[in-house]
């Protein structure tokens, strides 16, 4: 049997990512936030997917140039 996705509701991800609701539902609008599930009309994220979306962000510097 395949492995279940451990989903969250978009309530308890803003909460730990200490983002507004809105912020979540803006991303997803726009198609920019993490990738999402759709169960009854309910937004539903799964943390793998979560996780893995955030490590393809992680930045070294805010610098944006190369060094000459």
Same mark, same amino acid.
């Given at each position: 049997?395949?492995?279940?996705?451990?989903?969250?509701?978009?309530?308890?991800?803003?909460?730990? /990512?200490?983002?507004?609701?809105?912020?979540?539902?803006? /991303?997803?609008?726009?198609g920019?936030?993490?990738?999402?599930?759709?169960?009854?009309?309910?937004?539903?994220?799964?943390?793998?997917?979560c996780?893995? /979306?955030?490590?393809?962000?992680e930045?070294a510097?805010?610098?944006?140039?190369?060094?000459?």
């Amino acid at each position: 049997m395949p492995e279940q996705p451990d989903l969250i509701k978009k309530e308890a991800l803003a909460a730990e /990512w200490d983002l507004a609701t809105r912020t979540l539902d803006n /991303w997803r609008y726009r198609g920019e936030g993490p990738p999402f599930v759709k169960l009854n009309g309910a937004v539903r994220y799964s943390r793998k997917a979560c996780a893995q /979306w955030l490590a393809e962000r992680e930045c070294a510097s805010t610098g944006g140039g190369s060094a000459a």
